[in-house]
């Protein structure tokens, strides 16, 4: 099992930045890849970043390329994503997620352990 507890979420203005962190605990926290996701109102759930399990490659949705960064310390078990230059789309609720994937990220495919989501919301 693997616990996943996001924090970090807020409200910002547009043109602003947040910090999210993923904290985890239960088994080795090295052994996953791990990803970001969000789901605005009424939208389906979407990917947005996602990292290997030793931080060396990483992967971005287009809307997300440029502004959003993602990194890990694994001596804490835990997960970063730094939000830049935000938009008023970029508002939803986060959501953090481990899952096995290659250590090149040509892809990343959700796994079974979601985080219980923080909230985002960036006015215009």
């Known amino acids: 099992q693997v616990q996943l507890v996001e924090s970090g979420g807020g409200l910002v203005q547009a043109g602003g930045s947040l910090r999210l962190s993923c904290a985890a605990s239960g088994r080795t926290f090295s052994t996953y890849a791990r990803g970001w996701f969000r789901q605005a109102p009424g939208k389906e759930r979407e990917f947005v970043a996602a990292?290997?399990?030793?931080?060396?490659?990483?992967l971005y949705a287009d809307s997300v390329k440029g502004r959003f960064t993602i990194s890990r310390d694994n001596a804490k078990n835990t997960v970063y994503l730094q939000m830049n230059s935000l938009k008023f789309e970029d508002t939803a609720v986060y959501y953090c997620?481990?899952?096995?994937?290659?250590?090149?990220?040509?892809?990343?495919?959700?796994?079974?352990?979601w985080g219980q989501g923080t909230q985002v919301t960036v006015s215009s």
């Open positions: 990292i290997n399990r030793s931080g060396g490659s990483t």
């Open positions: 997620n481990a899952a096995f994937a290659p250590e090149t990220l040509d892809y990343y495919i959700a796994g079974a352990y």
